[in-house]
């Protein structure tokens, strides 16, 4: 669980640079830098993709469920704090969180550009 959050912290660090790029590359007249620009985005884009697709993995495989406790009986007595209970909690709401914000971002584009 460590690893993911590790490397998701890596790709969204990552992600702001290429972002700000993508902020000076409207205003550069410099066509190599444009280039630049847009090919630290869309291998921002690719990482980001590559670590979503990872985060599902390593939560929703069957080993993950079952260290997340996802196979426990609701009325099941848990009387000890589970280290993996609780990291599959929080990879459950890093994921959930992740479609939100995607969603919502979506969402405003499209707003945005009926609007405008």
Known sequence: MRNCVEVGFAVHLIGVFADLSMVFRVRSLNKRFRLYALVAVS??????????LYLHIVRYNPIGKVCSGDF????????????????????????????????SIFGFAVVADIIG
């Open 43 to 52: 291998i921002y884009t690719f990482l980001f993709s590559g670590w979503l």
């Open 72 to 103: 426990l009986d609701s009325d099941t007595d848990v009387s000890f704090d589970s280290f993996a209970i609780h990291q599959g909690t929080v990879l459950r709401n890093i994921i959930i969180g992740v479609w939100c914000a995607n969603g």
